[in-house]
Structure formats: structure tokens, C-alpha cells
């Protein structure tokens, strides 16, 4: 056999890791819990101002309260529902959301209880003064007849969408033994249906209203802003 060449032999290379050092590993998962604390803080951030309106007007002394229209519990989000404006134009339901409501329904025919809703509606909103700007008065006509010309230029700043009653009663729901033209209904910014207003409200009863609609705006002051 012939001898080898031990000139050419080479030492094996070998490359070292270093093992994990525990130290190492218990500062990666503190930074990890440390990041996940920082962005639930900011949901909390964001989600504050909202959540501190809800507890002044629902829980900070209810006993001093007490609210002429009925809190819906629970309520209830703006419906995936297509809407016609009185041009023709679809719409969806939804994109009412980013103001305060107050809505009424009725047929196109709009007879006396209607016509006095449509009023009740534009005097609480101009009521609580300022604050307008973050009220839309909304008439959802639950018909396809055509609205009478005469009603048109009382209808200048609502907003006036057809949806048929079938649809509005998967949403708004009237007291017990009523109809959905019975009552006004408020929706808050996020458009959730929140309040519904007793039936049939008289003139006499439109400042117990106002005090309602004016606390839920005081209470929402934190986030609301006027327009979408």
C-alpha cells in the first residue's frame, strides 16, 4: 500500500452555535408580552372616548334620570338593506351611519300622523341648537306610492329614503300591539338603533324629547363630530 501524503491532510472545519442562553429567551417573550400590552392600550385608547359616553349616559346616576324614550337593549346595528333616494338612486341603509337619527316611517300618502312626525322631527332637531349639524332627520317612506308634491318643500334638509315595511320590521320594532308609524326612533353615530320614542308624541311632550336627544349628544361629545 502506498503511504499516505500526510502533508495535504486538513483539519475538519466545524462552525460553532452558541446554545440559547435563558437569559436571551426570557427578554425575547418580555419584549413580545411588552408589544402586546402597548397595542391593547391603544385599542383602549381609541375605543375610550366611545365607551365613556355609553357610561355617562347609561350608568353614572340613572336614579337622577329618567328617559322619556325607551333604551333598547340590546341594540341593534343598520341593517345590509338597499334604499331608494327620491331621485331613484340605490343607497345603502348603512350609509347613514356617522350621525345621530331621528327617523320616522310612513307611506307616501303621509297622512296626519306623518305629517305631524315630519314636523316633530325638524323642530327637535333645530331644538337642540348648535348641535344640529350632528342630527339628520331621516323619513323612511315604507311604500312605492308617490310622495305628494305638496310635502316636498317641507322635506328641503331631511333625508328621505324608500324602504319597504317588510325589511324596516327585520330592524325597528314598535311597542307591543303597534306599528312601526307609531313611534320615532333614534340611532346613535355607530348605527345602532338605541332609543324609541313613545307613540304617537304630542307638542306638549317635544321637551321631554329634546332633554333626551340633548343628553345623548352631551354624552358623545368625546367622539361625535358633526357631519360623515
Not at 328617559?67 to 334604499?83: E, M, V, W, Y
Request: net charge neutral; with cysteine.
Amino acid at each position: 500500500m502506498a503511504p499516505t501524503d500526510s502533508s495535504n491532510d486538513q483539519p475538519l472545519g466545524l462552525t460553532v452555535h452558541s446554545m440559547p442562553v435563558p437569559q436571551d429567551i426570557a427578554a425575547n417573550a418580555a419584549d413580545t408580552r411588552m408589544g402586546r400590552w402597548k397595542m391593547l392600550l391603544v385599542l383602549l385608547v381609541c375605543a375610550a372616548p366611545v365607551v365613556a359616553s355609553y357610561v355617562t349616559y347609561y350608568l353614572i346616576r340613572p336614579e337622577a334620570r329618567q328617559n322619556f324614550g325607551t333604551l333598547i337593549d340590546p341594540q341593534r346595528s343598520l341593517p345590509d338593506i338597499q334604499a331608494l333616494e327620491m331621485g331613484g338612486k340605490q343607497t345603502n341603509l348603512r350609509a347613514l351611519k356617522g350621525q345621530w337619527l331621528l327617523i320616522s316611517v310612513a307611506g307616501a300618502d303621509c297622512q296626519a300622523q306623518c305629517q305631524h312626525h315630519l314636523y316633530m322631527q325638524r323642530q327637535l332637531r333645530e331644538g337642540v341648537g348648535k348641535e344640529k349639524d350632528r342630527v339628520d332627520w331621516v323619513w323612511l317612506v315604507s311604500d312605492e306610492v308617490a310622495i305628494a308634491p305638496s310635502l316636498l318643500p317641507a322635506l328641503g334638509t331631511a333625508t328621505v329614503l324608500r324602504v319597504p315595511t317588510a325589511q324596516l320590521q327585520t330592524w325597528l320594532q314598535p311597542e307591543p300591539g303597534l306599528a312601526l308609524e307609531d313611534h320615532l326612533y333614534v340611532v346613535d353615530p355607530l348605527g345602532n338603533w338605541m332609543m324609541r320614542f313613545p307613540a304617537r308624541i304630542e307638542v306638549n311632550k317635544a321637551p321631554k324629547a329634546k332633554r333626551d336627544m340633548e343628553r345623548l349628544l352631551r354624552a358623545s361629545a368625546f367622539w361625535d363630530t358633526p357631519g360623515r
